[in-house]
């Protein structure tokens, strides 16, 4: 009879832990929008690092070259929202995701942008790869798709080169 109950449970630690990782992966960006920008970056600094440095978005004016303002309303859970302004837009974003040190779902409207960006942070043997995976949509992507691909582009490209310059001084 305890052989049984054991499988019992062993299965319901399997079926949760697999519910959970579909959970994880369950917020994505709209793969239906017409921008989608996925990069990536190599960073030779700590999980941890990386992650209080991504999250603190009241610092990110301190550290970010393109963000004039930033504030979080609450803390970095689902349901959070926070205003922040770059490259002259203001942006509310709601955090949609949160799954600690590892990803961050946010998104939001922006002047008729319509916007969801997914950052995931990958531990590896030096450091950690930062991925992020973007999507735009709205009236001003579809009056002008290559033009707001390469804004964006050029976007995430400076925001990861300042979050590794950032946190590989803060680990070192």
């Not at 499988?7 to 989608?36: E, H, P, T, W």
């Not at 998104?107 to 930062?130: D, L, M, R």
């Not at 290559?146 to 979050?163: F, H, K, Q, V």
């Amino acid at each position: 009879m305890s052989f049984v109950v054991i499988i019992i449970l062993i299965s319901g630690v399997i079926f949760a832990n697999s519910f959970d990782d579909k959970q994880r992966a369950a917020i994505d960006v709209d793969r239906n929008a017409q921008v989608i920008v996925d990069l990536s970056i190599e960073i030779n600094a700590p999980k941890e690092t990386v992650w209080r440095i991504q999250t603190g978005i009241d610092q990110w004016p301190a550290w970010q070259k393109n963000v004039a303002q930033a504030r979080l309303s609450g803390p970095i859970a689902v349901g959070s929202t926070f205003q922040w302004e770059t490259h002259g837009l203001l942006i509310d974003s709601t955090i949609r995701e949160v799954d600690p040190m590892r990803r961050i779902v946010w998104g939001g409207p922006a002047q008729g942008i319509e916007g969801v960006h997914v950052w995931t942070i990958t531990p590896t043997a030096k450091g950690v790869v930062v991925h992020t995976t973007e999507s735009w949509d709205g009236p001003p992507v579809a009056a002008d798709p290559e033009g707001m691909r390469a804004a964006l582009t050029a976007s995430l490209n400076a925001w990861l080169a300042d979050l590794k310059t950032t946190a590989e001084a803060a680990a070192n």
